[in-house]
């Protein structure tokens, strides 16, 4: 079903609607082991945050991906709900002192949102990956992206070929 019929307005993005279908759930699972989201085997890794540019086993393109600042807004809503909830039960079962929890605290939190951003970042990736998202489509929607959008007034916009 195109977007046209859904909503009444032009499709933005008829590219989409040509692509196969992924499976989001597949992806974003690879994504959180930190795996191509396309072959679930190459890491989608090549340093500590860094995406590599393409998977190492399948050749898959992973550089297209636009995480930007997603993942960290994700780790710190995890996080924070994960450390307030420890100190709400510190505070009311046990009886740490101030200086303890004023070095278990910003520790732990260090800790898990270091852990966390890997998963997350990759599992971002993988849902990019499964919607097709920011060139994930191919060279064909490479081009759609660069069509001028329908209603789009910005001169800049005007002036692409
Ligand atoms: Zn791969």
Same mark, same amino acid.
């Given at each position: 079903m195109t977007i046209e019929r859904l909503t009444g307005r032009p499709d933005l993005h008829p590219a989409a609607d040509a692509q196969p279908q992924r499976d989001i759930w597949l992806s974003v699972r690879r994504g959180l082991q930190c795996r191509c989201p396309a072959c679930g085997e190459g890491a989608i890794f090549d340093g500590y945050l860094r995406i590599a #540019? +393409? &998977?190492? @086993? &399948?050749? !898959? !393109?992973? /550089? /297209?991906? +636009? @995480? #930007? #600042?997603l993942p960290p807004y994700i780790v710190i809503t995890i996080v924070g709900h994960i450390i307030i909830t420890l100190v709400l039960a510190v505070e009311m079962f046990a009886d740490y002192s101030t200086t303890t929890q004023m070095i278990l605290w910003p520790l732990l939190t260090l800790a898990v949102a270091l852990v966390m951003m890997r998963p997350v970042k990759g599992a971002v990736v993988g849902y990019q990956w499964a919607l097709h998202m920011h060139g994930f489509g191919g060279p064909q929607e490479d081009e759609a992206a660069l069509r001028p959008r329908a209603g789009n007034t910005d001169k800049k916009e005007r002036e692409r070929p």
């Amino acid at each position: 079903m195109t977007i046209e019929r859904l909503t009444g307005r032009p499709d933005l993005h008829p590219a989409a609607d040509a692509q196969p279908q992924r499976d989001i759930w597949l992806s974003v699972r690879r994504g959180l082991q930190c795996r191509c989201p396309a072959c679930g085997e190459g890491a989608i890794f090549d340093g500590y945050l860094r995406i590599a #540019d +393409r &998977c190492p @086993a &399948c050749g !898959e !393109e992973l /550089h /297209h991906h +636009r @995480a #930007d #600042d997603l993942p960290p807004y994700i780790v710190i809503t995890i996080v924070g709900h994960i450390i307030i909830t420890l100190v709400l039960a510190v505070e009311m079962f046990a009886d740490y002192s101030t200086t303890t929890q004023m070095i278990l605290w910003p520790l732990l939190t260090l800790a898990v949102a270091l852990v966390m951003m890997r998963p997350v970042k990759g599992a971002v990736v993988g849902y990019q990956w499964a919607l097709h998202m920011h060139g994930f489509g191919g060279p064909q929607e490479d081009e759609a992206a660069l069509r001028p959008r329908a209603g789009n007034t910005d001169k800049k916009e005007r002036e692409r070929p």
